[in-house]
């Protein structure tokens, strides 16, 4: 604590002096801030009572707290305490939606086509066996392999061939005779040809859009336009396609076969 005493009175004060600035100085009272507060103070040494700091130019106020009734800081160039503006933050700007180009449209139908191609390959096909049973066989990358080794029992003439439907997945292997055989490989390879190339024409569709709109109204399984068919769909589809009673194949793919009835067609030609 320092000994004060304002300008013009000879009363003494105890208060804590602290440097603001080089132009404001702070007072903390013990008891309550005087009214001649404003006046200009002195700083007296305890001991002796000689003036050790003349602080009478600190006559305006230049800060005060409520949370603190005892502290008042003075400045000596009338300067007063702005308390600083605090600006809130915009709140940052929604980005605006991406919207993708139409090169960028035409890569993810590619892609989705290829899925769908891809699965429905793997999901497989029917094929009705000359007991009259139909059977369902499934044609992922393993099942293909096994069919290529499947050709070679069946060339070399085998009657009871061993292979396993996928009817459900528990299915056990049984035996085949070698015609059937051959009518499942067949069919297996002309359902995959039929697909792959199907999906090929649906890329040179894809391609050939000119609006994303166009793009997005394609799907897997429909009728792609003739001039999108490569040479080889186009033969798939006329061989697929029932002929009018005029003789000659309807432009549309015939909906009264299904895909396996159609394809055993096309293997039969």
Same mark, same amino acid.
């Given at each position: 604590?320092?000994?004060i =005493? /304002?300008?013009?009175?000879?009363?003494?004060?105890?208060?804590?002096?602290?440097?603001?600035?080089?132009?404001?100085?702070?007072?903390?009272?013990?008891?309550?801030?005087?009214?001649?507060?404003?006046?200009? /103070?002195?700083q007296?040494?305890?001991? !002796?009572?000689?003036?050790?700091?003349?602080?009478?130019?600190?006559? $305006?106020?230049? =800060?005060?707290?409520?949370?603190?009734?005892?502290k008042?800081?003075?400045?000596?160039?009338?300067?007063i305490?702005? #308390?600083?503006?605090?600006?809130?933050?915009?709140?940052?700007?929604? #980005?605006?939606?991406?919207? #993708?180009?139409?090169?960028?449209?035409k890569?993810?139908?590619h892609?989705?086509?290829?899925?769908?191609?891809?699965?429905?390959? /793997? !999901?497989?096909?029917?094929?009705?066996?000359?007991?009259?049973? &139909?059977?369902?066989?499934?044609?992922?990358?393993?099942?293909?392999?096994?069919?290529?080794?499947?050709?070679?029992?069946?060339?070399?003439?085998?009657?009871?061939?061993?292979?396993h439907?996928?009817?459900?997945p &528990?299915?056990?292997?049984?035996?085949?005779?070698?015609?059937?055989?051959?009518?499942?490989?067949?069919?297996?390879?002309? /359902?995959?040809?039929?697909?792959? &190339?199907?999906?090929?024409?649906?890329? &040179?569709?894809?391609? !050939?859009?000119?609006?994303?709109?166009?793009?997005?109204?394609?799907?897997?399984?429909? $009728?792609?336009?003739?001039?999108?068919?490569s040479?080889?769909?186009?033969?798939?589809?006329?061989?697929?396609? #029932?002929?009018?009673?005029?003789?000659?194949?309807?432009?549309?793919?015939?909906?009264?076969?299904?895909l396996?009835?159609?394809?055993?067609?096309?293997?039969?030609?």
């Open positions: 604590m320092e000994i =005493r /304002f300008k013009g009175s000879n009363e003494i004060y105890l208060a804590e002096v602290y440097l603001v600035n080089s132009n404001v100085m702070g007072l903390i009272f013990q008891n309550e801030i005087p009214e001649n507060y404003l006046n200009g /103070f002195e007296i040494n305890i001991g !002796n009572g000689v003036v050790e700091g003349d602080y009478t130019s600190y006559v $305006t106020e230049y =800060r005060t707290y409520e949370d603190e009734p005892l008042v800081e003075l400045s000596n160039d009338e300067s305490y702005v #308390p600083p503006v605090i600006i809130e933050p915009e709140p940052p700007e929604e #980005p605006e939606p991406y919207v #993708p180009t139409l090169e960028e449209v890569a993810w139908k892609s989705e086509m290829s899925s769908m191609c891809q699965s429905t390959i /793997f !999901n497989g096909f029917d094929v009705e066996l000359s007991s009259g049973e &139909t059977k369902h066989f499934s044609l992922t990358y393993e099942d293909q392999i096994n069919l290529i080794g499947k050709q070679l029992q069946v060339a070399q003439g085998e009657e009871n061939i061993e292979y439907p996928s009817s459900t &528990t299915s056990p292997c049984i035996y085949y005779s070698n015609a059937d055989m051959l009518k499942i490989i067949n069919k297996a390879f002309a /359902f995959k040809s039929y697909h792959t &190339t199907y999906c090929n024409s649906l890329y &040179t569709w894809i391609d !050939n859009c000119e609006s994303k709109e166009d793009v997005e109204e394609i799907y897997y399984g429909a $009728t792609i336009p003739e001039e999108y068919q040479i080889v769909l186009q033969d798939y589809v006329k061989a697929m396609t #029932p002929p009018t009673e005029s003789g000659d194949s309807s432009e549309n793919i015939g909906e009264s076969d299904s396996d009835e159609k394809l055993d067609k096309v293997k039969a030609e």
